[in-house]
Nanobody, 114 residues
Framework: QVQLVESGGGLVQAGGSLRLSCAAS????????MGWYRQLPGKQRELVAV???????NYADSVKGRFTISRDNARNTVYLQMNSLKPEDTAVYYC????????WGQGTQVTVFS
């Protein structure tokens, strides 16, 4: 069982930045594929970014060039640096750990106002 705790969400003006953090339990964090999804009310959860155990990354087209996912294996933490935020980035952001199963965090709200 992997437990995930997200932080860093909040309210920000369009064009601004936020950094989300997700701290994971477990002694084999370096083996997890980690990612961020987001969900708007009434819509399906969508992939934002993912980072593999080897550091390879993948992004949704809508965030390429603006968001950066990174990981610190020594701190068991994955980050999502979000720059040039837009109102359409407003959503609940969820951290996910993939290792044999999928484990989800509780979500953190990001609200971008114009």
């Amino acid at each position: 069982q992997v437990q995930l705790v997200e932080s860093g969400g909040g309210l920000v003006q369009a064009g601004g930045s936020l950094r989300l953090s997700c701290a994971a339990s477990g002694s084999i964090f370096s083996l997890y594929t980690m990612g961020w999804y987001r969900q708007l009310p009434g819509k399906q959860r969508e992939l934002v970014a993912v980072i593999g155990s080897g550091g390879n990354t993948n992004y949704a087209d809508s965030v390429k060039g603006r968001f950066t996912i990174s990981r610190d294996n020594a701190r068991n933490t994955v980050y999502l640096q979000m720059n040039s935020l837009k109102p359409e980035d407003t959503a609940v952001y969820y951290c996910i750990a993939k290792f044999l199963s999928d484990y989800w965090g509780q979500g953190t709200q990001v609200t971008v106002f114009s």
